[in-house]
């Protein structure tokens, strides 16, 4: 299927965005996420009643801050831990012990122009935050690397079977939101190649083509277009279908 040609413009269209989803529990989940909290919020504030973000160091409060009204904040520790291994190979052991001891959960009340919303910052291993949601609603990774350090978090988020528990977690129609960042990148034989093949042509300068469509794991995956560019690179909105999801 040949690609479809799209403009430079980010999706405004939000009821296409969240048609068939129940928005009154909506989730937005956000791993390795370093300080990038302002865009995601303040795009799909009107839409999600809670927002989680994932990362090993502590909340940014004062990008918070900026971008929303925060008006409540505690903070718990994270019961039931256990550190998964999909942690890079190359990851000192060192640094692996000091991301298992890792468990705090830190909870804000906010709003952005009239809509209210909660904030959840799991500080802690990435994974382990993902299988403590439910479900979630927009799944949002972007600007990380598929080897650890120097910023990048190594984790393989869109590769085997990490990205069959993405799948599983993103609630029927729901949304991901992906640069291609720690695909399997420049490997094309994948069947969900689309989400990293222009990964090196994501540049917010050039032109934007729509990535062709495709399924894997019996979902159906649909970009409806381009998000809001980071750091000159461009992510994408993938719409998730799953024919035989119960209603």
């Known amino acids: 299927m040949k690609s479809r040609e799209s403009g430079r413009q980010p999706v405004r269209n939000f009821d296409r965005l969240f048609h068939g989803l129940n928005l009154a529990e909506s989730v937005f989940f956000y791993p390795c996420c370093s300080s990038d909290v302002s ?7 009107p839409h999600i009643s809670r927002f989680c973000f994932a ?18 904040e505690h903070s718990v520790v994270i019961s039931g831990y256990e550190f998964l291994q999909y942690s890079p190979e ?25 809509s209210e919303f909660e904030i959840s910052w799991y500080q802690c291993d990435a994974v382990h935050a993902l299988q403590q949601i ?3 609603t927009v799944f949002c990774h972007r600007s990380d690397g598929p080897i650890w350090g120097e910023g ?20 029927d129609n729901g949304l991901l939101v992906t640069d291609g960042s720690c695909g399997h990148y420049p490997d094309t034989e994948h069947p969900h ?31 409806l277009g381009t998000f809001l560019s980071r750091r000159g690179v461009r992510s994408y909105i993938w719409k998730i279908s799953k024919p035989g999801a119960l209603l």
């Open 55 to 72: 990362d090993i160091q502590p909340p940014p409060v004062s990008e918070l801050r900026k971008a929303v009204d925060i008006h409540e």
């Open 152 to 171: 990048s978090s190594g984790i393989p988020w869109l590769q085997k079977d990490l990205f069959s528990l993405v799948i599983d977690k993103i609630v």
């Open 39 to 45: 865009q995601p919020i303040r795009f799909f504030a």
């Open 90 to 114: 190359d990851v000192p052991r060192r640094e692996l012990e000091r991301i298992a001891d890792l468990r705090a959960l830190h909870n804000y009340s906010a709003s952005y122009k009239g």
């Open 134 to 136: 439910d479900q979630v």
């Open 193 to 223: 190649s689309p989400l990293w093949r222009d990964l090196r042509a994501n540049k917010s300068d050039c032109p934007a083509s729509m990535p062709e469509d495709f399924e894997l794991n019996h979902a159906r995956f649909r970009c």
